[in-house]
């Protein structure tokens, strides 16, 4: 990891910043003016269900949590702090994922912990090894710096032991606490407690009696029979909210994020906390994310975007730009949003060596490339990622590759995969984008009106300037003709409209100075000749 955070530069500015991760970093400080009692590390946590494949919102939460913290190293020049994944993989499986192979085996396990349900895939020796093996191989991708945990290996262990004993002693009071939120049904039945049964290895949602807290003992009623049973190593596991709480205090956890759903949940398990002896982490409550129509964002309805999806087309730091912008604000996420998230990226990049340190910690990029424990890039690249993709559009779908590099080396000396690495990754996101999401919506229309004419100058004027004209100059001729009064644009944006519109068949497109020059003046005009025709 590079220490890019650490600057002396930094610290300073840090006081004040108001990035958001520095304002959450600051609630670490007010809660340790002097640092951690002891020394110890201030401890950071995401928590993860692997009832199912991990998505974006893992990747998220462990993202924007590692900005934090990377914000408190800055304010304290590099206290120590640790992050925890936890991985509540002891959880009884509730119902069968949509989008995992033979569902009827899972159907037949329903009700036991993750850990003791055969893998659907061959892969692992359980269903929840194979999701927390693609939790880790989805995170260790951005270079996250993190500690799984296991919330079975924690309870089998005995890890938790201790702080299970101390539950039961609470018992009446989790109770008193949760009791009064719960529907009169599901209270005739709640207890904090959830006993895995020796009989048949479900976890069990049944009334308990507590028998002996200092020896974990309970009893229950299981297939008509009532037990006394240890609760101890691995013998149960905690409703999840009395869970959540528990292990905030058993691992002394410090801050930890969640999403607005969760707000609810975050109080009572705050109230338990303190029940137990502890204390809530500090923490920020994010807005959900939306699917294009507005909705909220569903695995089970299928309406969001897979981190698969993003990173076929656009990069992985894009993701990471789009996820620091506003946590607090509700954001559309769909596949429309990549192109512009990359183009904002790389802006924000090429913008950053120049600035002041205070501009630089509001600059997002900071914050991405701090989370993934990365220098800043230095090479800016020489085309936006919209104006490669309208050179991908026009030269069509079945355009290949190298074909590509041809044209961007026409117009960029020495272009190449070798000297432009980032950029070749960007062709791959940019001809599956044009494949998947925009070939199938071109449609050139005719010249109308005035139009006609404005194309045939713009081919006469293109037909007099050199072939390695720049950009500029081809700018500002298309400008020239856009104002002239005897096409009848009532303004500039009619006629650049009218250019994407006829030439590339889209209503959007780039600034048309570049494009040209990137295309070619001679492909140019065949494009005019083609649309004149």
């Known amino acids: 990891m590079t220490d890019l955070h650490l600057h002396p530069s930094l610290r300073e500015p840090a006081q004040t910043s108001k990035a958001w991760p520095f304002e959450e970093a600051r609630k670490l400080i007010k809660r340790y003016p002097q640092g951690k009692p002891g020394g110890d590390p201030v401890l950071f946590e995401t928590g993860y269900g692997p009832s199912g494949l991990p998505h974006i919102g893992t990747f998220n939460e462990v993202l924007r949590t590692t900005m934090v913290r990377r914000a408190y190293e800055t304010l304290t020049g590099n206290a120590p702090t640790r992050l925890v994944a936890f991985s509540d993989d002891m959880d009884g499986l509730r119902k069968v994922p949509d989008n995992v192979p033979q569902k009827e085996m899972l159907a037949g396990h329903l009700g036991k912990p993750l850990t003791d349900i055969p893998d659907p895939f061959g892969k692992y020796e359980s269903f929840a090894h194979h999701n927390n093996a693609m939790l880790r191989e989805f995170l260790d991708r951005f270079g996250f ?141 994010y807005e959900m994310f939306l699917d294009e129509k507005g909705e909220k964002i569903s695995k089970s309805k299928g309406n969001g975007l897979s981190l698969e999806q993003w990173l076929s087309y656009g990069s992985e730091e894009s993701l990471a730009f789009f996820a620091y912008r506003e946590p607090k604000a509700a954001k559309q996420l769909h596949i429309g949003v990549i192109p512009k998230a990359v183009d904002e990226y790389l802006q924000m990049r090429g913008n950053y060596p120049a ?164 295309f070619g003046i001679d492909n140019t005009r065949r494009l005019i000749a083609e649309a004149l025709a």
């Open 145 to 285: 710096d993190y500690e799984f945990v296991s919330s079975t290996e924690r309870y089998k262990s005995g890890a938790f032991d201790e702080a299970l004993k101390n539950v039961l002693r609470h018992n009446q009071d989790i109770l008193d606490i949760m009791l009064p939120t719960l529907r009169a049904e599901r209270a005739a039945t709640y207890s904090p407690i959830l006993p895995v049964s020796p009989k048949s290895g479900i976890v069990l949602q049944v009334p308990v009696t507590v028998v002996d807290a200092d020896k974990g003992l309970v009893s229950f009623e299981d297939e008509g029979e009532t037990i006394t049973h240890s609760i101890l190593g691995g013998g149960a596991k905690l409703q999840w909210k009395v869970d959540w709480a528990m292990r905030w205090v058993a691992l002394g956890v410090d801050y930890e994020m969640y999403g607005k759903d969760l707000t609810d949940s975050g109080i009572q398990s705050g109230k338990i906390a303190r029940a137990l002896g502890g204390q809530k982490p500090e923490g920020l409550i």
């Open 355 to 518: 600035q002041e340190p205070d501009k630089k910690l509001g600059n997002p990029v900071h914050h991405v490339h701090v989370a993934r424990g990365e220098d800043m890039p230095g090479a800016e690249l020489p085309v936006t990622f919209g104006l490669l993709l309208n050179l991908v559009g026009v030269m069509g779908a079945d355009a290949s590759k190298d074909q590509i590099w041809r044209y961007l080396g026409q117009y960029v000396e020495g272009a190449s995969a070798a000297t432009y690495p980032e950029l070749d990754r960007l062709i791959d996101n940019a001809m599956a984008y044009n494949r998947d999401y925009v070939a199938p919506t071109l449609s050139r229309r005719k010249p109308q009106g005035g139009e006609g004419a404005a194309l045939k100058e713009l081919d006469d004027k293109l037909a007099a300037l050199p072939a390695d004209a720049s950009a500029d100059d081809i700018q500002n001729i298309v400008y020239e003709i856009g104002k002239n009064e005897a096409y009848g644009f009532e303004n500039l944006r009619d006629w650049f409209k009218a250019l994407y519109e006829t030439l590339l068949g889209s209503s959007a497109g780039p600034r048309m100075g570049s494009f040209i020059a990137l």
